[in-house]
């Protein structure tokens, strides 16, 4: 225990534009098919699609926030 060294800082995580662009691209899509696909149950695909989007919009954002949060 007395020579134990200090513990060092973790290591931020890197912020990757690319990375973060494929989990609001990918969250944004899903949405967007889980939309068509509750639309083209009701009977309206293309309005499902547009809700998906509207909702998916705001998810993908968080998300792609939660994920890189510490990299600035």
Same mark, same amino acid.
Request: proline share 0%; aromatic share 12%; charged share 10%.
């Given at each position: 225990m007395?020579?134990?060294?200090?513990m060092e800082p973790s290591a931020r995580r890197p912020f990757e534009p690319a990375g $973060? &662009?494929?989990v609001l691209i990918?969250?944004?899509?899903?949405?967007?098919?889980?939309g068509a696909l509750i639309g083209w149950l $009701? &009977?309206?695909a293309g309005i499902g699609a547009l809700i998906g989007a509207v909702v998916g919009i705001p998810i993908a954002?968080?998300?792609?926030y939660r994920?890189?949060?510490g990299a600035f």
């Open positions: 007395v020579c134990s060294g200090r $973060a &662009g494929g990918g969250i944004l899509l899903a949405a967007i098919a889980f $009701a &009977g309206a954002v968080y998300s792609v994920r890189y949060r």
